[in-house]
């Protein structure tokens, strides 16, 4: 788990290096809009979804304003959000305040070691963009998802589509403007991703922190660790659109499989 650690040390550094306000003014949003920071299909999704008295958690919760957003806007009974980065959760907690939320925590642990005193507490656990990425082994994350699900309970990913790890993006060597339908990557790559830059917080597109180490996984991959742990995949929607704020929006709309939704229930 040596690759945990480091990212947990380039997460605290890469936010503790942030570019000047992000994420400072999330509660303004929180408070003027519904389901603010929600893409359109997600937050389509997240209204149609029955919250009143739920308990509701997101594993990598990052800054918060998602997991937020949900209880204050879904009616949850509770939300709890897990992360790494102690710092991130700190602005988490200061969001919350900030909004008037009282009935959401934030816990700062390794996700794979949850304590048990959360298992079988929640009716419903999300993913978003770039959160799954960052374990080798779904199956192993999964387990713990599984068994923080009580029984009936949803599991909702919303995230990059494996596909978009096949494409070149700007700024590397094999990116070709006049070619985006070009692939450099195999769909099956099983070898780990590493780099040093985490732009959106940083602002910095090149060198903004220590490394940090990720994984691809394919969509067989996904659905596969799920059902292995007991959970069964009820809806999976595919856009031609991404969510990652990494340069690909220039994808948009060709044909090309950027995110998904996929739910997925405990049995």
């Keep these: ?66 997991l937020l957003s949900l209880v204050l806007d879904g009616g949850a009974q509770s939300g709890t959000g897990f992360d790494i980065a102690e710092n991130i959760l700190n602005q988490a907690r200061e969001t919350a305040g900030k909004a008037g939320i009282t009935n959401c925590e934030f816990i700062n642990c390794n996700i794979l070691e949850i304590p048990e005193s959360y298992h079988n507490k929640f009716d419903f656990i999300f993913f978003t963009i770039g959160a799954i990425v960052w374990f080798k082994d779904l199956t192993v994350l999964f387990e713990k998802a599984g068994k923080c699900l009580k029984a009936g309970g949803k599991l909702l ?26 692939f450099a990557h195999s769909y099956f790559r099983k070898e780990p991703w590493t780099g040093n830059q985490m732009g959106y917080i940083s602002g910095d597109y090149e060198n903004s922190s220590s490394t940090f180490t990720d994984y691809s996984h394919t969509m067989g991959d996904i659905i596969n660790a799920l059902s292995a742990n007991g959970m069964k995949t009820v809806k999976l929607d595919e856009f031609d659109y991404d969510i990652g704020n990494i340069g690909s929006d220039i994808f948009d709309g060709k044909g090309i499989p950027l995110s998904y939704i996929l739910v997925a229930e405990k049995t």
Aim: charge should be negative; glycine fraction near 8%.
């Design 157 to 182: 990913i919303n995230d990059g589509h494996p596909v978009l790890f096949m494409i070149p993006h700007p700024g590397e060597e094999e990116f070709d403007g006049n070619n985006l339908n070009k």
């Design 1 to 66: 788990m040596d690759y945990i650690k480091t990212n947990k040390a380039a997460w605290e550094e890469v936010f503790d290096n942030r570019k000047q306000g992000w994420g400072d003014d999330n509660h303004v949003k929180l408070k003027s809009e519904k389901f603010a920071f929600f893409d359109d299909d997600l937050k389509e999704l997240i209204k149609c979804m029955d919250f009143k008295g739920k308990n509701v958690a997101q594993f990598c919760c990052n800054n918060g304003r998602e």
